[in-house]
């Protein structure tokens, strides 16, 4: 048998690689391994382990629609704690993610002050974003989690899945913001972003929802 070390270990932006049969010891292992402070991105669902390096185009449109999430959390004065790439796991589902950005909103006040997190005692996030460009998101992972809500980005569309007996079904509308067009506004100013930079297509979709808010 051959070893290699993770170390040697070498993905190019944009790809990635998949491992069979991996333990549920031997993931723990490689994310410990990996640390933190890495640019690699892992998923792990019964057995089937992912590493990938996103591309830049990747990680550009991930902040974008964090951003757009947070203003219209702050313009509906809903409360909220963020905690980006963190690696979710639970064993017993032998899931791990790592989502592009994540949201405790219904549960933020439990999450207040937390550092790190274990879903045997703490609450999965609320919402959860994936940004699809080069590769499908596990979503049988997410359902291992128990996330409640997943918003998926592909080819200038959002996607909303929403959990319902376990696993994931495609919405129109977002939970979380019921009486507001999630779909349409994301996909708009993510392409506002494209054209006049990222800063005017925020201020523009502040003022977008403001606009909207005023009209209920």
Same mark, same amino acid.
């Given at each position: ?10 993905? /190019? /932006? ?163 913001? /019921? ?38």
């Amino acid at each position: 048998m051959v070893t290699l070390q993770l170390k040697q270990l070498s993905i /190019p /932006p944009g790809q990635r690689v998949q491992f069979l049969d991996v333990s549920w010891e031997d993931f723990e292992a490689i994310v410990d391994e990996l640390g933190e402070h890495r640019g690699l991105r892992v998923a792990y669902s019964q057995g089937i382990l992912e590493i990938g390096m996103p591309l830049a185009e990747h990680e550009k449109a991930k902040v974008i629609i964090g951003d757009l999430l947070k203003i219209l959390l702050d313009e509906l004065e809903m409360n909220w704690e963020s905690f980006g790439s963190t690696t979710f796991k639970r064993r017993e589902m032998k899931s791990g993610i790592e989502p592009d950005d994540c949201f405790y909103i219904q549960n933020h006040q439990v999450m207040i002050g937390k550092m790190r997190i274990d879903l045997t005692v703490d609450p999965a996030p609320d919402l959860a974003i994936e940004v699809d460009l080069t590769s499908k998101t596990q979503l049988s992972a997410y359902e291992g989690l128990r996330i409640p809500e997943l918003w998926r980005y592909e080819k200038g569309k959002l996607q909303i899945n929403v959990l319902r007996g376990g696993e994931y079904v495609e919405s129109q509308t977002s939970p979380t913001f /019921p009486k507001f067009p999630v779909i349409e506004g994301i996909a708009q100013f993510l392409e506002v972003a494209g054209t006049a930079g990222t800063s005017a297509a925020l201020r523009a979709f502040r003022k977008w929802v403001r606009e909207r808010l005023a009209t209920d």
